[in-house]
């Protein structure tokens, strides 16, 4: 029978011609034991360090780095870990098991667990010009690929294996925004948790202070366009708050006319939730259906109950809410999709649905549509395969005996509808 999986897989990346810190096997060994875990121990060495890491760590799987670089040798400790948490030491930390401790003690507030030197309650001794270049490069950094995290560049991390992808494209340090950028994409929690930080070897930490800069510099706009992918499950709530003046407009508005149309109608069914502030503002009791579970992950931050379904078959029972919303969707499927009808089937005798989608009618929307996709190749505009209008719409709904209620517009494009269905 193959060997059980352990609770922890403890990783060290072994910078080329620099010796781990003296204490680090030892404390970490001492730290390690007071988890209460099974625990297994990933080496990474470079060229000509293998032997001398398999004599300093007995029983550890020590692999050789397979090139140049920090992220090339990180990227393989990470595909052979079989842990199902996987503790990151930085090889130069002076201590690691405070911080070692720190994380694990903290693992229940998240699944990317950041050892942060900038967060309150961190301790950093270095000297005062590097303290400043990495606080100033980690606020660079953050600002640009819109994190709310301070300390991008730590090297000392926990993180539940299930949030680490197949592969990685980073070759330097750059491989510690990109393990950042996949998680938020992903919609895991990613939480900073205050450290005692003190490199063993300050001398070098200049020229590695300066070769993160560097290597983020080189893949900033390859990570900067997978942060802010239309598939990125914070998407929609951050352009609630989008430096752009449009997004933002356009985010609120949809807010604040679908919560008002939903506002006393009893539970909600969202269908395709997305990742919006509506969500937050349905009542508790309402249900929140999205077909990407990278969405859901993060929807778990608006408290409301989630499931993982398709509008095709909605895992709901025959007329089991009073109000059903879907904003935003039925647009992305083919028209002779079930959606619509299984829209209906949700809905309780007289419930009132308020659907969403733009208005193919109107030169407002195509206008937009194509200056959007000009500016934005491959998203939202290219997905668009059912082009549905207002008179369209009323007439289905219409010719069924239903009540058409409301009609709203954001810039006289997207068309917000509310329907009452009979008794």
């Known amino acids: 029978m193959p060997e059980p999986a352990p609770a922890l897989s403890v ?46 760590w007995p029983g550890a799987s020590v692999l050789a780095a397979p090139g140049d670089g920090y992220g090339v040798a990180l990227a393989r400790a990470l595909q052979a870990v079989r842990g199902e948490w996987v503790l990151l030491v930085d090889a130069d930390l002076r201590e690691p ?42 606020r660079v950094f953050s600002r640009g690929l819109s994190f709310g995290v301070r300390d991008l560049s730590s090297a000392t991390r926990l993180m539940r294996r299930k949030t680490l992808a197949k592969a990685y494209d980073a070759r330097g340090f750059d491989i510690l925004q990109e393990l950042l950028v996949r998680a938020y994409a992903d919609g895991w929690r990613v939480v900073e948790v205050p450290i005692a930080y003190e490199a063993a070897h300050p001398e070098k930490a200049y020229p590695r202070a300066l070769g993160v800069g560097a ?40 807010f604040k ?5 939903v506002e006393g109608q009893g539970r909600v069914l969202d269908v395709g939730c997305g990742s919006s502030r509506i969500i937050g503002a349905l009542v508790p009791d309402s249900v929140c259906i999205d077909i990407l579970r990278r969405k859901l992950r993060y929807d778990r931050k608006f408290g409301r109950p989630l499931v993982h379904g398709s509008g095709f078959t909605l895992p709901v029972p025959d007329a089991s809410f009073p109000c059903v919303l879907c904003s935003q969707v039925i647009e992305h499927v083919p028209k002779e999709s079930p959606i619509l009808k299984e829209l209906d089937r949700a809905l309780a005798p007289g419930g009132r649905l308020v659907l969403g989608t733009p208005d193919y ?19 939202y505009a290219d997905e668009h395969i059912g082009h549905y209008t207002r008179e369209e719409l009323i007439a289905r709904y219409t010719g069924m005996g239903w009540t058409h209620e409301a009609t709203r517009y954001i810039l006289r494009g997207e068309l917000i509808l509310a329907f009452r269905k009979p008794k």
């Not at 910078?15 to 730290?31: E, I, Y």
């Not at 034991?33 to 398999?54: D, S």
């Not at 006319?257 to 149309?261: A, K, S």
Request: contains cysteine.
């Open 257 to 261: 006319h679908i919560t008002e149309l």
């Open 215 to 254: 290597d983020y510099l080189r893949r900033f706009w390859a990570l900067w366009k997978l942060r802010n992918s239309i598939l990125a499950a914070d998407y929609d709530d951050r352009a609630h708050d989008s430096a752009i003046w449009l997004q933002r407009y356009w985010q609120r508005q949809r």
């Open 361 to 379: 009618s109107r030169w407002e929307w195509v206008v937009t549509e194509k200056l959007y996709g000009m500016a934005a190749p491959g998203a």
């Open 11 to 56: 990783v060290l990346v072994l910078p080329a011609g620099v010796p781990p810190a003296p204490g680090l096997v030892p404390a970490l060994d001492a730290a390690v034991r007071t988890f209460g875990c099974t625990t297994e121990i990933v080496v990474v060495a470079p060229p000509g360090g293998v032997e001398a890491a398999r004599a300093a």
């Open 97 to 138: 098991g405070p911080a070692a401790a720190a994380l694990w003690a903290a693992r229940d507030r998240g699944e990317v667990l950041i050892g942060s030197r900038f967060v309150d309650g961190a301790q950093v001794k270095m000297p005062g010009p590097r303290l400043a270049l990495s606080r100033a490069l980690n």
